[in-house]
């Protein structure tokens, strides 16, 4: 299983960033996908998820309205809209899956999203 962000950058508050996952060495369309953030000196949290049709999908509450989760399974790829951003949105994003009988969790690499004035 191998995960590959992209996308991230620094940017100003209010900009946007769309954020891409892709993914390879499974059957990427059987699963749900999520997107996970960390901080500066924080926790990883869960920014938001999908499941493997596309159809259902939930935002934590600081990126609702202003985040959109999707994905293509033609193209084994996932992504992130952000749009609005705040400086409190500078993090690490991952993409994760959990994969398999056995449920084994998969991380990507992460991709740095820095917003600032």
């Known amino acids: 299983v191998q995960l590959v962000e992209s996308g991230g950058g620094s940017v100003q508050p209010g900009d946007s960033l769309r954020l891409s996952c892709g993914a390879s060495g499974f059957t990427f369309r059987l699963y749900s996908l999520a997107w996970f953030r960390q901080p500066p000196g924080k926790e990883r949290e869960l920014v938001a998820r999908i499941d493997s049709s596309g159809r259902d999908k939930s935002y934590a509450e600081a990126v609702k309205g202003r985040f959109t989760i999707s994905r293509d399974n033609s193209k084994n790829a996932g992504f992130l809209q952000m749009n609005s951003l705040k400086p409190e949105d500078t993090a690490v994003y991952y993409c994760?899956?959990?994969?398999?009988?056995?449920?084994?969790?998969?991380w990507g690499q992460g991709t740095q999203v820095t917003v600032s004035s």
């Open positions: 994760f899956v959990r994969v398999g009988v056995v449920a084994k969790d998969h």
